[in-house]
Protein backbone atom coordinates (compact mmCIF):
# COMPACT_ATOMS: atom_id res chain seq x y z
CA UNK A 1 0.00 0.00 0.00
CA UNK A 2 1.53 3.30 -1.15
CA UNK A 3 -1.00 5.52 1.20
CA UNK A 4 -1.69 8.78 -0.10
CA UNK A 5 0.47 10.23 -3.28
CA UNK A 6 1.30 13.60 -4.35
CA UNK A 7 2.59 14.82 -7.25
CA UNK A 8 5.10 16.98 -8.25
CA UNK A 9 7.01 16.89 -5.08
CA UNK A 10 8.35 20.39 -6.28
CA UNK A 11 7.51 22.81 -8.33
CA UNK A 12 8.16 26.44 -9.57
CA UNK A 13 5.88 28.71 -11.35
CA UNK A 14 5.75 32.57 -12.73
CA UNK A 15 2.96 34.91 -11.35
CA UNK A 16 0.08 33.71 -13.42
CA UNK A 17 0.74 30.36 -14.61
CA UNK A 18 -1.74 27.76 -13.79
CA UNK A 19 -0.80 23.94 -12.42
CA UNK A 20 -2.71 20.79 -10.87
CA UNK A 21 -1.37 19.23 -8.12
CA UNK A 22 -2.41 15.86 -8.11
CA UNK A 23 -3.38 13.53 -4.92
CA UNK A 24 -4.49 9.78 -4.99
CA UNK A 25 -4.99 7.40 -2.18
CA UNK A 26 -5.18 3.36 -1.90
CA UNK A 27 -6.81 3.11 1.06
CA UNK A 28 -10.34 3.21 -0.16
CA UNK A 29 -11.27 6.19 1.92
CA UNK A 30 -14.11 8.32 1.32
CA UNK A 31 -12.95 11.61 2.41
CA UNK A 32 -10.30 13.97 0.98
CA UNK A 33 -8.04 17.01 1.92
CA UNK A 34 -6.23 19.61 0.87
CA UNK A 35 -4.55 21.75 3.26
CA UNK A 36 -1.75 24.48 2.88
CA UNK A 37 1.16 24.92 5.49
CA UNK A 38 3.30 28.04 5.69
CA UNK A 39 6.93 28.29 7.61
CA UNK A 40 6.44 27.64 11.10
CA UNK A 41 2.64 27.61 10.62
CA UNK A 42 -0.20 25.31 11.21
CA UNK A 43 -2.00 23.55 8.25
CA UNK A 44 -5.09 25.00 6.89
CA UNK A 45 -7.38 23.73 5.01
CA UNK A 46 -8.50 24.45 1.60
CA UNK A 47 -11.06 22.03 0.27
CA UNK A 48 -12.22 18.96 1.35
CA UNK A 49 -14.03 16.20 -0.65
CA UNK A 50 -16.52 14.27 2.12
CA UNK A 51 -17.17 11.62 -0.17
CA UNK A 52 -16.89 10.98 -3.94
CA UNK A 53 -18.57 13.89 -6.39
CA UNK A 54 -18.95 16.51 -3.07
CA UNK A 55 -16.33 19.16 -2.27
CA UNK A 56 -16.44 22.01 0.14
CA UNK A 57 -14.62 24.89 1.13
CA UNK A 58 -12.24 25.41 3.75
CA UNK A 59 -10.77 27.86 5.83
CA UNK A 60 -8.26 29.32 2.50
CA UNK A 61 -10.09 28.55 -1.04
CA UNK A 62 -9.76 31.78 -2.58
CA UNK A 63 -7.39 31.18 -5.56
CA UNK A 64 -7.68 27.85 -5.73
CA UNK A 65 -10.52 24.77 -7.62
CA UNK A 66 -10.52 21.01 -6.82
CA UNK A 67 -12.06 17.93 -8.44
CA UNK A 68 -12.68 14.69 -6.82
CA UNK A 69 -12.08 12.84 -9.87
CA UNK A 70 -13.36 9.49 -8.45
CA UNK A 71 -13.22 7.61 -5.23
CA UNK A 72 -9.25 7.72 -5.28
CA UNK A 73 -7.89 11.00 -6.68
CA UNK A 74 -8.67 14.68 -5.64
CA UNK A 75 -6.81 16.90 -7.71
CA UNK A 76 -6.31 20.42 -6.34
CA UNK A 77 -5.89 23.46 -9.45
CA UNK A 78 -4.37 26.84 -9.11
CA UNK A 79 -5.97 29.01 -12.39
CA UNK A 80 -3.48 32.02 -12.05
CA UNK A 81 -0.70 31.70 -9.30
CA UNK A 82 0.27 34.16 -6.97
CA UNK A 83 3.31 34.79 -4.62
CA UNK A 84 0.83 34.56 -1.95
CA UNK A 85 0.34 30.68 -3.08
CA UNK A 86 4.10 29.98 -2.20
CA UNK A 87 3.34 26.91 0.39
CA UNK A 88 3.63 23.27 1.03
CA UNK A 89 0.68 21.88 -0.03
CA UNK A 90 -0.66 18.22 1.81
CA UNK A 91 -3.03 16.16 0.61
CA UNK A 92 -4.86 13.89 3.11
CA UNK A 93 -7.89 11.12 3.41
CA UNK A 94 -9.58 9.69 6.07
CA UNK A 95 -12.05 6.79 6.33
CA UNK A 96 -15.17 8.93 6.20
CA UNK A 97 -15.58 12.33 7.35
CA UNK A 98 -16.90 11.17 11.30
CA UNK A 99 -13.63 10.02 11.38
CA UNK A 100 -11.88 13.13 10.25
CA UNK A 101 -9.99 13.06 13.35
CA UNK A 102 -7.48 10.44 11.68
CA UNK A 103 -6.29 11.14 9.09
CA UNK A 104 -3.51 10.22 6.52
CA UNK A 105 -1.04 13.00 4.44
CA UNK A 106 0.52 12.51 1.60
CA UNK A 107 4.23 13.66 1.36
CA UNK A 108 3.58 17.18 0.24
CA UNK A 109 4.06 19.16 -2.94
CA UNK A 110 6.12 22.34 -2.19
CA UNK A 111 5.55 25.14 -4.15
CA UNK A 112 7.24 28.02 -5.20
CA UNK A 113 6.07 30.98 -7.06
CA UNK A 114 8.15 33.60 -7.87
CA UNK B 1 -15.96 29.49 15.61
CA UNK B 2 -13.17 27.04 17.40
CA UNK B 3 -9.72 27.73 18.34
CA UNK B 4 -6.96 26.00 19.46
CA UNK B 5 -3.92 27.07 21.62
CA UNK B 6 -0.44 25.50 22.20
CA UNK B 7 2.87 26.78 23.09
CA UNK B 8 4.58 27.76 20.30
CA UNK B 9 8.14 25.89 21.26
CA UNK B 10 9.30 23.11 24.19
CA UNK B 11 12.79 22.32 24.80
CA UNK B 12 13.80 19.26 26.84
CA UNK B 13 16.79 17.09 27.34
CA UNK B 14 17.30 13.11 26.08
CA UNK B 15 15.83 10.85 28.45
CA UNK B 16 13.10 13.20 30.37
CA UNK B 17 9.15 13.34 30.23
CA UNK B 18 7.60 16.29 28.49
CA UNK B 19 4.43 17.63 28.34
CA UNK B 20 2.65 19.98 25.14
CA UNK B 21 -0.60 21.27 26.61
CA UNK B 22 -3.64 21.97 24.35
CA UNK B 23 -6.89 24.21 25.27
CA UNK B 24 -9.61 24.41 23.01
CA UNK B 25 -12.58 26.34 22.41
CA UNK B 26 -15.14 24.76 20.10
CA UNK B 27 -19.00 24.88 19.61
CA UNK B 28 -19.05 21.22 19.63
CA UNK B 29 -16.80 18.39 20.74
CA UNK B 30 -16.23 15.31 19.49
CA UNK B 31 -12.56 14.30 20.49
CA UNK B 32 -9.21 15.84 20.68
CA UNK B 33 -6.03 14.56 18.29
CA UNK B 34 -2.61 14.75 18.13
CA UNK B 35 -0.29 14.74 15.04
CA UNK B 36 3.71 14.91 14.44
CA UNK B 37 5.67 16.72 12.02
CA UNK B 38 8.82 16.00 11.53
CA UNK B 39 10.97 18.70 9.72
CA UNK B 40 9.79 19.34 5.78
CA UNK B 41 7.41 15.71 6.35
CA UNK B 42 4.22 14.91 6.19
CA UNK B 43 1.94 14.75 9.50
CA UNK B 44 1.79 11.91 11.40
CA UNK B 45 -1.68 10.70 13.06
CA UNK B 46 -0.42 10.05 17.09
CA UNK B 47 -3.45 9.46 18.92
CA UNK B 48 -7.53 10.46 19.61
CA UNK B 49 -9.18 10.94 22.59
CA UNK B 50 -13.10 10.94 22.52
CA UNK B 51 -13.15 10.51 26.52
CA UNK B 52 -11.84 12.17 29.16
CA UNK B 53 -8.57 10.21 30.88
CA UNK B 54 -5.18 9.16 30.08
CA UNK B 55 -4.13 6.69 26.77
CA UNK B 56 -1.24 5.25 26.30
CA UNK B 57 0.86 4.10 23.13
CA UNK B 58 3.96 3.36 24.10
CA UNK B 59 6.02 6.05 25.02
CA UNK B 60 3.43 8.82 24.35
CA UNK B 61 0.39 9.32 25.97
CA UNK B 62 -2.70 11.76 25.61
CA UNK B 63 -5.24 13.08 27.98
CA UNK B 64 -8.67 14.76 27.76
CA UNK B 65 -10.29 16.79 30.36
CA UNK B 66 -13.58 17.51 28.51
CA UNK B 67 -15.02 20.06 31.36
CA UNK B 68 -11.41 21.94 31.54
CA UNK B 69 -11.87 21.97 27.59
CA UNK B 70 -8.02 20.64 27.69
CA UNK B 71 -5.59 18.07 26.73
CA UNK B 72 -2.23 17.22 26.35
CA UNK B 73 0.32 14.58 24.71
CA UNK B 74 2.69 13.17 27.21
CA UNK B 75 6.20 12.00 25.63
CA UNK B 76 7.91 9.75 27.80
CA UNK B 77 11.99 8.86 27.71
CA UNK B 78 12.52 11.58 25.25
CA UNK B 79 14.62 10.22 22.21
CA UNK B 80 16.77 12.55 20.02
CA UNK B 81 13.81 11.68 17.11
CA UNK B 82 11.13 13.66 18.79
CA UNK B 83 12.42 16.34 18.42
CA UNK B 84 9.76 17.48 15.73
CA UNK B 85 6.50 19.63 15.70
CA UNK B 86 3.02 18.49 17.26
CA UNK B 87 -0.49 19.32 16.25
CA UNK B 88 -3.47 19.27 18.20
CA UNK B 89 -6.81 18.83 16.11
CA UNK B 90 -10.48 18.66 17.06
CA UNK B 91 -13.33 18.22 14.48
CA UNK B 92 -15.19 21.05 13.40
CA UNK B 93 -18.56 22.05 13.97
CA UNK B 94 -21.37 24.42 12.71
CA UNK B 95 -23.69 24.89 15.01
CA UNK B 96 -24.31 21.15 16.69
CA UNK B 97 -23.16 19.65 13.21
CA UNK B 98 -19.61 18.04 12.49
CA UNK B 99 -18.57 19.96 9.43
CA UNK B 100 -16.72 17.14 8.39
CA UNK B 101 -13.15 18.95 9.06
CA UNK B 102 -10.35 19.17 10.92
CA UNK B 103 -8.70 22.02 12.97
CA UNK B 104 -5.38 22.21 13.53
CA UNK B 105 -3.39 24.43 16.62
CA UNK B 106 -0.58 26.26 15.38
CA UNK B 107 1.71 23.80 16.77
CA UNK B 108 4.34 23.11 19.06
CA UNK B 109 8.06 22.54 18.05
CA UNK B 110 9.66 20.34 20.04
CA UNK B 111 13.51 20.63 20.69
CA UNK B 112 14.67 17.59 22.24
CA UNK B 113 18.53 18.31 23.52
CA UNK B 114 21.61 15.52 24.37
Known amino acids: NAGVTQTPKFQVLKTGQSMTLQCAQD?????MYWYRQDPGMGLRLIYY???????DKGEVPNGYNVSRLNKREFSLRLESAAPSQTSVYFC?????????????FGPGTRLTVT | GQSLEQPSEVTAVEGAIVQINCTYQ??????LSWYQQHDGGAPTFLSY????GLEETGRFSSFLSRSDSYGYLLLQELQMKDSASYFC???????????????FGQGTTLQVKP
Open chain 1, 92 to 104: ASSQSSLSSYEQY
Open chain 1, 27 to 31: MNHNS
Open chain 1, 49 to 55: SASEGTT
Open chain 2, 26 to 31: TSGFYG
Open chain 2, 49 to 52: NALD
Open chain 2, 89 to 103: AVPGFHGSSNTGKLI
